[in-house]
């Protein structure tokens, strides 16, 4: 009889449900005394916080909310926030962090489309809340929460944050989740075109990529961790589960402010932290005496837009080391890294940065990755030269979008998931963006890259942010618009300037046609608003 048939039995004591919860419960009894989390003059060891986060889930419970529950959060980086991604799902419940930049509307849609039991609120969304739980049939139970980093607004409701954790047991017993496909999160999708779509995420998939991002970022023991990047985006790309994992420090931000981060980073010795090329971006562009007080090493993991490679080069400069990655809210937040290899520390910094600005490979915790054709799935060559779309498989793929069969199916077609971004894949199997399926231009029937004439616009010294969008055109179909700000001592440079340098750079269809000077649309995650730069082109 071979191994396989011996019948060893897979039972409770050695097949458990992955699930992040493990961690904190970990690290409290670990380093009970370690500081959890910083925020402004705040300061939680991990046996606190691993308290209050029993109390919250305790809290929750005696009022009903139990497994399959979903609870949403309208919370900046705050400590809530991070006892949330805890205490939720201790009962089983499902976390929904609503993006908090927002309008009314489209947050009434989510907690109606989530049904969710309750909210918990921060002062500065109140009018916001207000009105979205004014277009509610059903509103659940609002938790108000009084920053007092924030110290203003009106409380949404009576029932306050402290006052429910005082409710709770600090020793509360929690679930272990039942199941490791029980859902742990539910995440909206921007929703450019039509509603957002709501990605759910099992507790299985969540741990995967916790891990994941650790052996990606060997980031050691005890990281002292900054809060640039939204929590509510993706679960932080599952940060507040690794840095727990890990018993490091949340430092928390409220919002992104250059200067702030610059003077946390010097003061708690920040270690890591995480962002959309924008934030490093306005980093860069922070004057030299401010960036010079960085001394110790420092780790910036960049994704949610192709960073340039001039951008990635200025960083490094300053002396944080940039890993960039790539994912998407469907796939947990990051799970492909343009991992690095010692000969090409040799390279110039110019070098360094281009081959950095590739996408990559995936995530040792990501099963699989492949550009292809978008139709036939078959794999491009790998030339560094065609166009295909990036598809994905494995454990920390989504669950699927909620009650929205139709769209799960699509984009599960043919046993992959389909990113909807267009790539090369380069001889060396790293893949690099070349744009999203419908951002690419197309002119005179050659694809353009807009993220290539991007990297062009974002060397020119006056630029201090680009995004190109096709604009339509009677002769060529498309041609490539430019929007840019520039940097403030640059004012005066013109249009034909920026063509001309593009000239030099590029091949002459690729040349903007139109460039305008303005400031670029963004949205909360800092991803550059392209749908609302393709109607202010094409209304030129
Ligand atoms: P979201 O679901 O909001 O996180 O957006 C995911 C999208 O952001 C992807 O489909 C890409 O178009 C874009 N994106 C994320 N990371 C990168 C990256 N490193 N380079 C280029 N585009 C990226």
Redesign the pocket.
């Known amino acids: 009889m071979s191994i396989f048939e011996q019948g060893l039995p897979r039972a409770a004591v050695n097949h458990i449900a992955l699930s992040p919860l493990s961690f904190i419960e970990r690290t409290a009894s670990v380093y009970p005394e370690r500081t959890a989390i910083i925020h402004g003059s705040l300061r939680r060891t991990w046996k606190e916080t691993y308290q209050r986060c029993r109390r919250l889930a305790s809290a929750l419970a005696a009022r009903g909310i139990g497994r399959g529950d979903t609870v949403a959060v309208m919370l900046p980086n705050t400590p809530q926030m991070i006892e949330a991604h805890f205490g939720v799902p201790m009962i089983g419940a499902v976390l929904n962090t609503l993006n908090v930049r927002l309008d009314a509307e489209a947050i009434a849609f989510m907690l109606q489309h989530g049904e969710a039991k309750v909210l918990i609120t921060d002062r500065e969304f109140h009018d916001v809340i207000h009105a979205a739980l004014g277009m509610l049939d059903h509103p659940p139970l609002v938790v108000d929460v009084d920053d007092p980093e924030y110290g203003e607004g009106q409380a949404v409701s009576p029932l306050d944050y402290e006052a429910l954790l005082a409710e709770g047991d600090p020793e509360f017993a929690w679930q272990w989740p039942q199941d490791e496909w029980d859902a742990i999160s539910l995440n909206y ?2 929703g450019t075109t039509g509603n957002p779509k709501g990605v759910v995420y099992h507790h299985r998939g969540a741990y995967l990529n916790a891990l994941g991002n650790q052996m990606t970022w060997s980031m050691g023991q005890h990281p002292v961790y900054l809060w640039t990047l939204p929590m509510f ?2 679960n932080g790309w599952c940060y507040p589960w690794t840095v727990t994992a890990l018993a490091g420090t949340h430092v928390c931000l409220r919002r992104v402010d250059p200067q702030k981060i610059l003077t946390l980073i010097r003061e708690h010795q920040v270690s890591h932290l995480c962002g959309a090329p924008i934030v490093l971006n306005a980093l860069i562009n922070m004057p030299e005496s401010a960036k010079a007080s960085i001394d110790h090493p420092v780790h910036a993991m ?6 340039p490679a001039k951008v990635i080069g200025a960083v490094e400069e300053m002396g944080i080391k940039v890993t ?7 796939v947990y ?1 990051p799970v492909t890294v343009c991992a690095w290899h010692e000969e090409w520390n040799e390279l110039t910094l110019d070098e360094r940065a281009r081959i950095k600005s590739r ?1 990559g490979v995936r995530y040792p915790t990501l099963e699989g990755v492949m550009v292809a054709d978008p139709k036939t799935l078959e794999p491009v060559p790998r030339d560094g030269l065609t166009i295909g779309e990036i598809f994905m498989r494995g454990n920390t793929v989504m669950k699927g979008y909620l009650k929205n069969p139709t769209a799960t199916e699509e984009s599960f077609a043919g046993g992959w998931f389909h ?3 267009l790539a090369v894949w380069h001889p060396d199997g790293y893949v690099e ?1 070349r744009d ?1 399926l419908k951002d690419i231009i197309i002119s005179g029937g050659e694809n353009i890259s807009t993220i290539e004439v991007e990297g062009v616009l974002y060397r020119h010294p006056a630029v201090l942010e680009a995004a190109v969008v096709a604009r339509a055109d009677e002769r060529w179909g498309e041609t490539p618009c430019a929007f840019i700000t520039l940097k403030g001592e640059h004012a005066a440079v013109e249009a034909q300037e920026i063509m001309n340098f593009c000239r030099e750079h590029l091949a002459g269809f690729k040349v903007p046609r139109t460039v305008v000077f303005t400031e670029l649309p963004k949205t909360s ?1 800092g ?1 550059i608003q392209k749908f609302v730069l393709r109607d202010w082109a094409n209304a030129l």
């Open positions: 999708t921007s985006h993706c960049v994704a949610g837009a192709a960073p960039h990655v790539y994912g998407l809210t469907e937040g996408q990113t909807g971004d963006i999203r995650t991803k």
